[in-house]
């Protein structure tokens, strides 16, 4: 499975992107989806998931309410809309493909995408 994150850029606090993931090679449909997100100096952090039946998600407390994550199987593309951007936002944000478990453990990711840079100014 290949994964190209895209949707990244600078954007005032309060401002919202939409984060888009495809992948090629394996629909990712039967497996759980991720997005995570890393600042400098910082451990990858488990942004939010899509369970591998698409039936359950999850969200981070610092992302709830805010972050939306949604697919479309047709696409293969999972997206991660982010609204009310704040500037601890700012990070390099990727996409994950988790096989065997929930998509929310960096360890345990199967497939990563090429981050996205997001930045958000105050």
């Known amino acids: 499975v290949q994964l190209q994150a895209s949707g990244g850029g600078l954007v005032q606090a309060g401002g919202s992107l939409r984060l888009s993931c495809a992948a090629s090679g394996r629909t990712f449909s039967s497996y759980a989806v991720g997005w995570f997100r890393q600042a400098p100096g910082k451990e990858r952090e488990s942004v939010a998931a899509?369970?591998?039946?698409?039936?359950?998600?999850y969200y981070a407390n610092s992302v709830k309410g805010r972050f939306t994550i949604s697919r479309d199987n047709a696409k293969n593309t999972v997206y991660l809309q982010m609204n009310s951007l704040k500037p601890e936002d700012t990070a390099v944000y990727y996409c994950a493909v988790d096989r065997w478990s929930t998509g929310t453990v960096a360890s345990r990711v199967d497939y990563w995408g090429k981050g996205t840079q997001v930045t958000v100014s105050s």
């Open positions: 899509f369970s591998w039946s698409g039936s359950a998600t």
